[in-house]
């Protein structure tokens, strides 16, 4: 039986783990929300595919290293493995190149190199995150999205609901994913 979406994309910071309003500088830094695991388990019904897209300009700024960067990753890793959940890849944009076509969202470049790296049918797959680059990106590729209240989520609401369509808008990942159907 297919599922829903050929992929999930998420988020990092605000969205499947805390966001500290500033950057997440070593592992000791990261931390998953609470619930984010029985929310994964929840959309795992619905895609056999996530992908992890982040900006992360603090490497370009110095304020972390690849080294500190590829050591959470390394972790995320080992935790959706260890819960048996589809995670792909985790791609991230370290610069603040701004342009459609760039790797920074909102530009589609991390989502062009998914598509081809997973053959992923971007208009059939689901991009959730808690900023308004985040629905940007989905709104371009033509992408359901969810957007989140936690992290910057609040701070960007107003904006997303004049200039975005999000699918839905959920307070956080857990009830969007016990929302799924509602999109």
């Given at each position: 039986m297919s599922k829903q979406f050929d992929a999930i994309f998420l988020d990092r910071d605000g969205t499947i783990?805390?966001?500290?309003?500033?950057?997440?500088?070593?592992?000791?830094?990261?931390?998953f929300f609470d619930y984010a695991f029985e929310a994964l388990e929840i959309f795992s019904k619905h895609t056999d595919k996530f992908i992890i897209v982040t900006n992360q300009s603090g490497l370009a700024s110095g304020k972390i290293?690849?080294?500190?960067?590829?050591?959470i990753n390394s972790f995320i890793y080992k935790e959706f493995e260890k819960r048996n959940?589809?995670?792909?890849?985790i791609y991230f944009s370290e610069n603040y190149d701004e342009g459609y076509d760039s790797m920074?969202?909102?530009?589609?470049?991390?989502?062009?190199?998914a598509k081809e790296d997973f053959n992923i049918n971007l208009s059939?797959?689901?991009?959730?995150?808690?900023?308004?680059?985040d629905m940007q990106v989905g709104d371009r590729l033509d992408m359901k999205t969810i957007f989140l209240l936690t992290g910057m989520g609040k701070d960007y609401l107003?904006?997303?609901?004049?200039?975005?369509?999000?699918?839905l808008i959920s307070n956080n990942l857990l009830e969007a994913s016990k929302e799924i159907a509602l999109i």
């Open positions: 783990s805390h966001d500290p309003y500033g950057y997440i500088n070593s592992l000791s830094d990261y931390h290293d690849i080294e500190n960067l590829e050591e959940l589809p995670l792909k890849k920074r969202k909102p530009g589609i470049g991390m989502f062009v190199k059939k797959s689901l991009m959730i995150g808690d900023s308004i680059v107003d904006e997303v609901k004049s200039t975005c369509k999000a699918d």
